[in-house]
Nanobody, 123 residues
Framework: QVQLVESGGGLVQAGGSLRLSCAAS????????MGWFRQAPGKEREFVAA????????YYAESVKGRFTISRDNAKNTNFLQMNSLKPEDTGVYYC????????????????WGQGTQVTVPS
């Protein structure tokens, strides 16, 4: 089992930045990939970004490419989502996820999920 705890959410004006963190604990000795998903009110959860165990491979949703950067520090069992140039449409609850398999954009293929952190960008 892997437990995930997100932090760093908040309210930020359009054009601003936030840095989300996701701390993993539990069975973290095995390699695992990590991803971020978000869910806006009344909408389905969507993929945001994902990173391989080594950090060498990253995936991004088209809507965040060039604005968001995912990274990880395996020594601290933590991954980060740096979000720049935030827009109102980035508003939602952001969830960290992990799995022990290959990198994927598909939420259903992730085994572990955090509780989420709220990001609000007023229009």
């Amino acid at each position: 089992q892997v437990q995930l705890v997100e932090s760093g959410g908040g309210l930020v004006q359009a054009g601003g930045s936030l840095r989300l963190s996701c701390a993993a604990s539990g069975r973290t000795s095995s390699p695992y990939v990590m991803g971020w998903f978000r869910q806006a009110p009344g909408k389905e959860r969507e993929f945001v970004a994902a990173i391989s165990w080594s950090g060498a491979i990253t995936y991004y949703a088209e809507s965040v490419k060039g604005r968001f950067t995912i990274s990880r520090d395996n020594a601290k069992n933590t991954n980060f989502l740096q979000m720049n140039s935030l827009k109102p449409e980035d508003t939602g609850v952001y969830y960290c996820a992990a799995r022990g398999g290959v990198l994927t954009r598909t939420g259903l293929e992730y085994d572990y999920w955090g509780q989420g952190t709220q990001v609000t960008v007023p229009s």
